[in-house]
């Protein structure tokens, strides 16, 4: 089965894939931004792609909202990573022998408060992804010069790691969800949704479409508003809701298209915080 | 009067800056990250700041939210700039004889469509932000780059425009809000706010808040919900609201800290789409 994720082999999409699909044999397709991730996906290069949604610490991506709304991919599962941080170099050396530390832009953010703690003439370098400067590091023979990644990364590559959860917040956690080209029948314990609708500007149009969910026992546990392109100063909302009555939830979302410009759902998945594995191979064979 | 921005002079940030302090003599405070920015102010080597918080393609810059909340910094005002890419280098060159591109990656991401269909080897690097890419390109006299930019960037740097308005969509406009350490009373056409509350897990404990200002002819005009750091998965809700009755708008914000679990007003200021000019200093000295 071919995955496509943004990185490389040991990276933290790398991982969530593994967590998805533990017992399957998968072939990575590596792409270097979210959007290819998508492009893969559409033009069928890869059979689904895993792509970080949120993270407790930074909040929504909001970007990778857009890419699955404007591709028409659909959301299968979701999984949850605790993402804790690593500085890792070649061995022998330790923190005092190091001049440059590379890192994704998020990564080194992440760990500011570490990074403020280092001597001053250490050189802080923006790298392309997390797991990718630790490669360069290991492939380049590189003395002097650390990544900061997660574990995995250091024993993929053989690197030595030099401190450890050195990220200011020590729960940091990552949202990923498995996206597709084709629509599903949602798993049998299906009981989370994302939805995207558009309002008019009329007064108390959102709280009217929320008081709907309400009413029906459907439990709002995120909103985002994000532009309508094309549209300036219009939002489109994102959200997420659980519900315990999956048929009752489909029939809400039939009277809500009448109410609101535009709705559309993103994905009906169970709700996964014990990142059980994805079911989505077993669905598509029953499917056949 | 000490401004500190994102960037340098005759970047989109200085240009808002002018928009709103168009008769007032401006030292502007060059800062490499926003984060700089609410520092600047926090530690008063800047009086204000100037800082981006929306854009109508790529939605909310969510960072900001946080950055002005947990500085305890305060909205003073808005203003909303057109923002529209350039293409420029040293004089006497066509977009022939360029081999590299520079920009900051938002920049780039923006111009996209018009970057594939330069030829292939063309290389495109990403910059620290757009003005300073086009600064070092006249000072170290570079031939063969090009920086893309606003046209006040071509203007301030004496570089020719190989190509204009750039950008795959011709509408992008960035909302730029002015902050400030000190809580002052609002000007006396204030008709819009930015709260912050959070809320607890109970089913409807949303739309029974946007309901409140439903009730109250409260237009709710954004909403984005960024985590709780320390609470993962637990959500804080940022909020734009328009309102006719200042008075009216102050009850219900002190009956509704009642129902939510926090609420901070974050600014109370004139909806500005006109791009008046900030009313901030007759402001303040009226009330010295």
Redesign the interface.
Known sequence: MKIAIQGIESSFHDMATRLLFPDTEIELIMCDTFEKVTECIENMSADFGVLAI???????I??NY?LIDASGLVIYDEVFLNIQMFIMALGGQTIYDIDEVHSHPVALLQCKDYLRKLPPQLKIIEGKDTASEAKKIKEGNLKGVAAIAGKQVAERFGLEILDSNIQN?K?N?TRFVLIGKEAIAPAENANKATLKFELSHS??S???T??M??TF?I?????????I??K??Q?A?FVDVMFDDYQLFTEVTKVLKKAVSELKILGVYKHNVENTPSQLIQVLENGK
Not at 219 to 227: D, F, M, R, V, Y
């Open positions: 949120e993270n407790t610490i930074a909040g929504s909001l970007p857009n917040e729960d956690q007064l108390g959102l709280s009217n929320l008081q969910f309400t026992n439990n709002l546990t995120k909103i985002q508003s994000l532009p392109v094309g300036p100063w939002y909302f």
